[in-house]
């Protein structure tokens, strides 16, 4: 489990999310499970953001945006440290 | 070895006494080798009519009646049936078989169950003193023991608050309308004391415990629970792999020195993060069986405690597993009502 993370998650190959600390789930979408893999395999910001401008058609402001409300809700949600 | 196993709480309406799932437990993952005999209270409580689960049932006096009549009744069952364990479900059951625990031992019926002292200490009016002295987080919490405290108490804690009765039932309490009101309420029911405590703002999670004589904990399922009935009985919830939970509850039960199963519920504030205390209930939760699924089968490890058996901690309970209650109604001929009514006891033909 990469250190980011509070407690034990997974996310299944669907985007259902499970944290087993809380017992709580959650759904991602496409983008979301995209960047929460890489996050379970231990990238950093920069990288993911780098892999997002591959993957996805976006624009780099766009990709930026979008990574930062998702770390923004992850820590939110209790299910990351930053 | 096989072992005769009689257990209470077998009454599971819309809020269902643990006994029942006790006895899954034991007959998970294989039938129970041994006479599985259900003790109850009333003749419709349901469990005695779940066929396939017990092999004998009996009707027992209540045990707010005399602790006589209650062993001289266990005493006859145990002429019949020869007990050798019982596991008692229900916190009102608890000091009756506190009380008769050396005279049911010296029948050669083991319990394992904490003692009065130490049951004592985590009563709902003693709790806030116990987590003062051993420093454990719990609400701020004002035991009132006069009526004419209730205006201080209030002022001092805020609102919202929770007032509870001395035994059972909880309200939230928004304004000083809502406090009179309960607090009148729960007077006229249970009487004083009444414990007001400060409503967190919280994550609600139990774990489901085993210790031994030394209070080390042996097994524990923690859970979160998902789905809640009106009475705020869960009917589904997940097991969780939480190290904050298991932390608090080992400590809380080394501290006691608790020895038996027991339910320990903790709020976790939802601003501050820690992890409180609200209440431990002296014996197993009716969500037992999930503690199967968890791979932790703790009521058939009371039963090797009760024995006198030395038993190792168990592996951690395996997360992510959930349960859903699901009622059902189960159908029988009149002849076993009858024979529950006018003898006390019903045999299974299948037990035979």
Known sequence: MSEIFKSEVTLSENGFLFDHGSGLTYTLNTTGQFIFRQLQSGQKSKQIMEKMLDEFEVIEETARKDLDDFFRQLNELGLIDL | ?352
Not at chain 2, 115 to 133: G, V, W, Y
Not at chain 2, 145 to 169: T, W
Not at chain 2, 287 to 293: D, M, V
Request: proline share 6%; with cysteine; charged share 25%.
């Open chain 2, 1 to 352: 070895m096989s072992l005769n196993v009689a257990v209470t709480g077998l009454h599971a309406a819309d809020n269902p006494a643990p006994g029942l799932g006790v006895i899954r437990c034991l007959h998970h993952p294989e039938k129970w080798d041994g006479k599985i005999i259900g003790l109850a209270y009333d003749v419709l409580d349901t469990g005695i009519y779940d066929e396939g689960l017990l092999g004998h049932a009996y009707l027992i006096p209540y045990p707010n009646t005399s602790s006589k009549a209650f062993l001289e009744r266990l005493q006859y069952i145990h002429q019949q049936e020869k007990i050798d364990v019982i596991i008692p479900t229900l916190d009102s059951e608890l000091t009756v078989f506190q009380k008769i625990a050396p005279e049911l031992k010296s029948l050669g019926i083991a319990t394992f169950i904490p003692p009065k002292q130490i049951t004592d200490r985590i009563s709902k009016s003693q709790l806030a003193e116990f987590c003062e002295s051993e420093n454990i987080p719990y609400p701020e919490t004002i035991v009132i023991k006069d009526p004419g405290e209730l205006k201080a108490a209030v002022k001092k804690i805020g609102f919202p608050l929770m007032i509870k009765g001395v035994y059972y039932e909880a309200y939230t309490c928004k304004s000083m309308e809502d406090v009179h009101q309960y607090f009148e309420l729960l007077r006229l029911k249970w009487g004083l004391p009444m414990i007001l405590q400060k409503k967190l703002d919280s994550e609600e999670f139990d774990v489901c415990c085993v210790s031994d004589t030394n209070g080390d904990l042996l097994g524990a399922v923690p859970i979160r629970k998902t789905r809640l009935t009106d009475k705020g009985k869960a009917w589904a919830a997940v097991t969780l792999k939480n190290e904050q939970l298991m932390e608090l509850s080992r400590r809380i039960l080394k501290k006691l020195k608790w020895s038996g199963p027991c339910e320990v519920e903790i709020l976790k504030d939802k601003k501050t993060g820690e992890y409180n205390l609200i209440e431990i209930n002296p014996r197993f939760p009716a969500w037992i069986f999930l503690s199967t699924g968890a791979d932790q089968n703790l009521p058939k490890m009371v039963i090797e405690l009760a024995m006198g058996k030395t038993v190792s901690p168990m592996a951690p309970a395996k997360s992510g597993i959930c349960f859903v209650r699901h009622a059902t109604d189960l159908v029988c001929p009149m002849d076993y009502i009858e024979n529950l009514t006018m003898l006390g006891e019903l045999h299974y033909k299948s037990s035979e």
